[in-house]
T-cell receptor
């Protein structure tokens, strides 16, 4: 079985400030990790994913995430946020043995001017 | 945008009635998922399918059943709706079920009164 924990339920941040969203996972086998974003009243869309290789992954809209196997973490960062980054962000995991895509509880990011 | 259509988009139903939600895809992806989204819980997997007539339970499958008689359609049935099943339901599709991106529908808002 696998699980995902997002450590912050809400993150308020000022425009042009950096933001970090924390995600920890647990799994007994190798994993694939994802970050998705959900804008108000919409479905989810992929920001980035980690499959293997370089632990620093770059995604769309200036986001990046770092995979840390020893700490079982996959934190998402953006150096300078915009008002348009206001959304809910979900960390998700699959593993090499099955097809279940499991999500964390989500982090709501509110960007203020 | 990936071709995923959920129907209906909104539904109000009475306690004890059966309800069926439909997910239709035009991408020919093998894997299909049903999630429910509730505040504070993120997305929780209800059922998923890894092929025609091949389905498995997720973490919150009690009170729900699914069917997939052809690649493009994945039906979610609430056998006897309860107020606790009031939620937003999302369908997702994935080509590989593991390392590839999942594409989400726009969601169905279900209210059980």
């Amino acid at each position: 079985a696998q699980s995902v924990t997002q450590l912050d339920s809400q993150v308020p941040v000022f425009e042009e400030a950096p933001v970090e969203l924390r995600c920890n996972y647990s799994s007994s086998v190798s994993v694939y990790l994802f970050w998705y974003v959900q804008y108000p009243n919409q479905g989810l869309q992929l920001l980035l994913k980690y499959l293997s290789g370089s632990t620093l992954v770059k995604g769309i809209n200036g986001f990046e995430a770092e995979f840390n196997k020893s700490q079982t973490s996959f934190h998402l960062r953006k150096p300078s946020v915009h008002i348009s980054d206001t959304a809910e962000y979900f960390c998700a995991v699959t593993n090499v043995n099955d097809y279940k895509l499991s999500f964390g509880a989500g982090t709501t990011v509110t960007v203020r001017a | 945008d990936a071709g995923i259509t959920q129907s209906p988009r909104h539904k109000v139903t009475e306690t004890g009635t059966p309800v069926t939600l439909r997910c239709h895809q035009t991408e020919n992806h093998r894997y299909m998922y049903w999630y429910r989204q509730d505040p504070g819980h993120g997305l929780r997997l209800i059922h998923y399918s890894y092929g025609v007539k091949d389905t498995d339970k997720g973490e919150v499958s009690d009170g729900y059943s699914v069917s997939r008689s052809k690649t493009e359609d994945f039906l979610l049935t609430l056998e006897s709706a309860t107020s606790s099943q009031t939620s937003v339901y999302f369908c997702a599709i994935s080509e590989s079920g593991r390392e590839t991106e999942a594409f989400f529908g726009q969601g169905t808002r279900l209210t059980v009164v």
